[in-house]
């Protein structure tokens, strides 16, 4: 299977969910702000953080087992 | 981070000028730590989360924070980059490497004089402090020994600024016919700019608050330093970001594999900055009363050009960091994006650096916005601009950029990149957090600089709570201070690295070269001269207003020090009697 090119290393990967990390957090306000929809913090946080932890456990996985994998 | 060549390294070329940056990064990086701590010691007490200093001295915490980062840290950072663009750019030493020496020494002593008086406002009987905040206008007042710090600091920098000019002009008699290295007129232009903004600077600190701390005079106007103050603090604002910026558009390129798009452009915004950034301060003084609003209009239009040369930047860099992707592989409208060299510290940090100095520049226009500045004047709004500005664009940019000059300083390795990988990103995570929360709680309505924002007031938040808000001040704080230990500690062990060679540098060619612009560019008098008028424009008619309006030192006081009144009455009556010995 060929990766995306940042899941290649564990440098991009960190990046890359940090990135989305970030994304999400701002959604949060975005819809608070923007459009009155108030999303409970507690179960909005620890639900995006284990969704990333997943993709980055799973990104992880498919990249040690990748013929791309960066050294 | 610095890749192997076959290059002679900066410091094998030019050992001595190596030590003068080496020593300048120092001294910002000690000023960084302190800063840091004072920052997470705010963060956490003004949250409620962690009390370990008495509110009494929050404004002493606050000071420091203020003065070590965004005074010290980034201006010492600043002379040591320029110290090596200009040997770099223009492959020369100084003129007289002992004055490059005395105005760093200067400098430090200065330095050292402001932290003191700073510092030893937590000692309660020593009757020195200085508890004025970054901003140091009246009506506070600090121990004379900051302001003379402060002055012999800004004096030091002249020193530096005309040291690179006495470089440059040597230069330019051996190559008359060449077009100024970019890196070099990044840093002439830079300095034109600070001559001009600190002028303001000197005659608040020199003819006002000094005279007013030794008790020389008995009072000063507060509307009368703020304007002089914010004359210079606006455009220090740029004196901080205009290295950062010599970084994204001569280094980042390098990094992603590419070359500058356009060193024309380059040129034109840094000219933008000399001609814009002094003639917009008072956009910081939009609810001072005793400034007419017609001045306070041309100061918000003034400011809305300054959106130029960050938009070119924005522009530029994005085309020159593309170039590079593709260079590496990259294709696509957006798959380039995967091509860049995520992995290397230097890289990602600008590149964050830059995507919240994006955000940065959204919230600043609301600041800037007569209409709207209302909304969020001296509310949590304004700190969480500025860290993402000035806490991110420029800190950030800073500490990646040292790891890639670090080792053409040194001969030595970072020591470990995963670690500089994971500070970097930890600071993007850290700052995503805190100053989100700052611009939020600024809506509704949270006040800055104070150690009890919570008061009596209740602040109704649109969405989530304001416990929430405050805790992800403190997380995020507490993220940016781990971030800047792991900074230190890895450049402190990168210290015991073995020496070797290899890692000198070269910074290729733009893609469209200084040929492609016109020579008018390079004319420093002209532009400086173009950027006095601007301030004359902007700023006679409102300083003779308040004069005008207040006197000199406020309304009701004697418009000069009561120390020489006597001299001045001896000369009214001298210049009397000769009247009437010529009638």
Do not use: C
Request: proline fraction near 6%; hydrophobic fraction near 55%; glycine fraction near 10%.
């Amino acid at each position: 299977m060929t990766l995306p090119s940042f899941v290649r290393t564990r440098g991009g990967m960190l990046v890359g969910l940090v990135m989305l990390g970030a994304i999400g957090f701002e959604l949060r306000t975005v819809a608070g702000m923007l459009f009155g929809i108030d999303l409970p913090a507690a179960p909005y946080f620890i639900g995006m953080v284990a969704i990333l932890s997943i993709v980055g456990v799973y990104l992880d996985v498919t990249r040690s087992t990748s013929p791309d994998t960066a050294t | 981070m610095s890749t192997q060549t076959d290059q002679p390294s900066f410091v094998d070329r030019y050992p001595e000028e190596a030590a003068v940056v080496r020593r300048s990064l120092l001294v910002a990086f000690v000023m960084l730590g302190i800063g840091a701590l004072m920052g997470l010691v705010q963060a956490l007490h003004r949250t409620n989360v962690l009390r370990i200093i008495d509110s009494a001295d929050y404004y002493t915490v606050l000071t420091a924070h203020g003065v070590f980062l965004a005074i010290v840290f980034t201006i010492f950072f600043l002379v040591g980059l320029y110290q090596w663009a200009v040997t770099r750019s223009l492959d020369r030493s100084p003129v007289d490497i002992r004055f490059t020496h005395a105005w760093a020494t200067m400098m430090t002593v200065g330095s050292l004089m402001a932290g003191a008086a700073i510092l030893l406002g937590f000692i309660d009987e020593v009757p020195v402090s200085a508890d004025v905040l970054f901003t140091f206008y009246a009506p506070l007042q600090a121990h004379p020994i900051f302001y003379a710090g402060l002055a012999i600091f800004i004096v030091g920098t002249w020193m530096a600024g005309a040291d690179w000019f006495r470089t440059w002009l040597a230069w330019r008699k051996d190559n008359p016919d060449e077009r100024i290295p970019l890196q070099t007129f990044m840093v002439l232009t830079t300095m034109i700019m600070w001559y001009v903004a600190t002028l303001g600077v000197a005659v608040e600190v020199l003819v006002f608050l000094l005279p007013w701390s030794l008790g020389l005079i008995d009072s000063v106007d507060p509307l009368l330093t703020r304007t002089l103050f914010w004359f210079f603090g606006h455009p220090v604002v740029y004196f901080w970001l205009m290295p950062a910026y010599l970084l994204w558009y001569t280094v980042m390129p390098k990094i992603a594999g590419g070359r500058l798009f356009s060193d024309p452009l380059a040129r034109v915004v840094f000219i933008l900055f000399v001609l814009l950034s002094t003639p917009v301060g008072i956009h910081h003084q939009y609810v001072d009363p005793g400034i007419a609003q017609g001045f306070k209009f041309i100061a918000m239009t003034n400011t809305m050009f300054l959106l130029l040369p960050s938009l070119l930047t924005a522009f530029t860099v994005v085309a020159s960091i593309e170039h590079g992707a593709r260079q590496r592989g990259g294709t696509g409208l957006f798959g380039w994006l995967t091509a860049l060299p995520w992995r290397d510290p230097a890289f990602t940090g600008m590149a964050l650096a830059g995507l919240l100095f994006a955000a940065g520049g959204f919230s600043g226009m609301v600041n800037a916005g007569m209409n709207i500045n209302y909304l969020v004047h001296n509310t949590l709004w304004v700190p969480g601009h500025f860290h993402l500005t000035v806490g991110t664009a420029v800190a950030l940019t800073f500490m990646a950029g040292t790891y890639w000059l670090w080792p053409q300083l040194t001969n030595r390795e970072i020591y470990s990149r995963p670690i500089a990988l994971a500070q970097v990103v930890m600071w993007f995570g850290g700052m995503a957090l805190m100053s989100n929360a700052m611009h939020v709680a600024g809506l509704f309505g949270v006040p800055r600089r104070t150690a009890e924002p919570q008061y009596s007031f209740d602040f109704p938040a649109l969405f989530g709570t304001i416990g929430e808000l405050r805790l992800q001040i403190a997380v995020g704080g507490t993220l940016l201070f781990i971030s800047t230990v792991l900074f230190l500690s890895n450049l402190a062990f990168s210290l015991g690295t073995p020496k070797r060679e290899g890692f000198g540098q070269t910074i290729p060619p733009a893609l469209s070269g200084p040929e492609d612009s016109p020579a008018v560019l390079d004319n420093m008098k002209l532009w400086a001269a173009i950027a006095v008028v601007l301030v004359v424009l902007a700023y006679a008619l409102p300083l003779g207003a308040i004069i005008s309006d207040n006197g000199l030192f406020g309304v009701g006081i004697e418009p000069y020090p009561m120390l020489v009144r006597p001299l001045f009455d001896w000369a009214g009556a001298t210049l009397a009697g000769l009247a009437e010995v010529i009638a």
